[in-house]
Nanobody
Framework: VQLQASGGGLVQPGGSLRLSCAAS??????????MAWFRQAPGKEREFVAA????????KYDDSVKGRFAISRDNAKNTVNLQMNTLKPEDTAVYYC???????????????????WGQGTQVTVSS
């Protein structure tokens, strides 16, 4: 399984960005996989952003992004996307996509449960 994140950049507060994670070796709609986004800001630990589970499309968001971010899958392109709206300076981080196998609902937020990781894409929110 290989994951490649893209779409990061510099955006002003209140702006939008769309991240994309291209997957190979796994189908993003595979029933056994959960696809997720995490982020890591400078000097901070990696934190959960959003996830979508294959077998039932169960979606989870961190409270800090709920209502502003949306995770989705593009079956034709085999990508997992993260639409980020109303961006804030505190959203500045390196964003990583990840894939985990056969996760239960309570495990979807924990990075230790994800075996496959992309390389990360930088998102900077600044005026």
């Amino acid at each position: 399984v290989q994951l490649q994140a893209s779409g990061g950049g510099l955006v002003q507060p209140g702006g939008s960005l769309r991240l994309s994670c291209a997957a190979s070796g796994v189908t993003v709609t595979d029933r056994d996989y959960t696809m997720a986004w995490f982020r890591q800001a400078p000097g901070k630990e990696r934190e959960f952003v959003a996830a979508i589970r294959g077998r039932d499309s169960n979606i989870k968001y961190d409270d800090s992004v709920k209502g502003r971010f949306a995770i989705s899958r593009d079956n034709a392109k085999n990508t997992v996307n993260l639409q980020m709206n109303t961006l804030k300076p505190e959203d500045t981080a390196v964003y990583y996509c990840a894939a985990g196998l056969r996760l239960i609902s309570s495990s979807m937020r924990g990075d230790q449960h994800y075996a496959y990781w992309g390389q990360g894409t930088q998102v900077t929110v600044s005026s």
